[in-house]
């Protein structure tokens, strides 16, 4: 198993935005624990918009969402007050 340090490194490789954000963590003395708790937790926005734009469940919701929407939101600006 990976100590702490070795798997914050590993978050701060993937990215130059995840490095700079781990980096403001550490300077403003958080400890590593803690920086990897709320990692853990946080959304990534790119994986998201993968699994939206993708064949699953979610790729399937966003197209049902999409095409309800789509005849309100057209004709509001068609056919407008």
């Known amino acids: 198993m ?8 590993a978050e701060a490789a993937k990215s130059p935005q995840h490095e700079a954000w781990i980096s403001r ?9 803690q920086i990897l708790a709320t990692l853990g937790r946080s959304i990534d926005p790119a994986a998201l918009l993968r699994q ?3 064949d699953g469940p979610a790729g399937l919701t966003v197209a049902c969402v999409i095409v ?3 005849p309100f ?5 068609l056919l407008p007050g």
């Open 2 to 9: 990976a100590s702490i340090a070795e798997d914050l490194i």
């Open 25 to 33: 963590q550490i300077m403003a003395g958080q400890k590593p624990s």
């Open 52 to 54: 939206a734009g993708g």
């Open 68 to 70: 309800f929407l789509l």
């Open 73 to 77: 939101v057209s004709l509001g600006w």
